[in-house]
C-alpha cells in the first residue's frame, strides 16, 4: 500500500519558520521525482517546489524562491520542505506528490497539511 504521510505543519507568525516533512512507503521512491503543492482556500493548486530522484536539480515557484528550500533523504525515503521568512500569503494546505516513470507514469499524493501564517 503506498502512502505519503505527511508531518510539521501549523500556525506560525509572519518572518517564523516550519519544516514539513513528507515520509513515503509502499514504492521504490529513490526513483521517483517528489514535489510540494499548496492550495490555498479558493485558489488554485499551485507547485511549489520539485526536486528530482537523486536530489540532482531543484525548481521553486518564483513566491517562493530564496525562502523555501527542497530536500530529500533516500535513505529515509522523506522529502522535506524548510521554509523560512513565512508570510501570510503562504498559508494554504500543503501537499506531498510523487511522481515515477516506469512502463507507466504513476502519481501518488500525500493526505495534506495545514500550514497558517498569522500574526
Known amino acids: 500500500q503506498v502512502q505519503l504521510v505527511e508531518s510539521g505543519g501549523g500556525l506560525v507568525q509572519p518572518g517564523g519558520s516550519l519544516r514539513l516533512s513528507c515520509a513515503a512507503s509502499?514504492?521504490?521512491?529513490?526513483?521517483?521525482?517528489m514535489s510540494w503543492h499548496r492550495q490555498a482556500p479558493g485558489q488554485e493548486r499551485e507547485v511549489v517546489a520539485a526536486?528530482?530522484?537523486?536530489?540532482?536539480?531543484?525548481n521553486y515557484a518564483g513566491s517562493v524562491r530564496g525562502r523555501f528550500t527542497i530536500s530529500r533523504d533516500n535513505a529515509r525515503n522523506t522529502v522535506y520542505l524548510q521554509m523560512n521568512s513565512l508570510k501570510p500569503e503562504d498559508t494554504a494546505v500543503y501537499f506531498c506528490?510523487?511522481?515515477?516513470?516506469?512502463?507507466?507514469?504513476?502519481?501518488?499524493w500525500g493526505q495534506g497539511t495545514q500550514v497558517t501564517v498569522s500574526s
Open positions: 506528490k510523487a511522481l515515477g516513470f516506469q512502463s507507466y507514469i504513476r502519481t501518488y
Open positions: 509502499g514504492f521504490t521512491f529513490s526513483s521517483y521525482t
Open positions: 526536486i528530482t530522484s537523486a536530489g540532482g536539480n531543484t
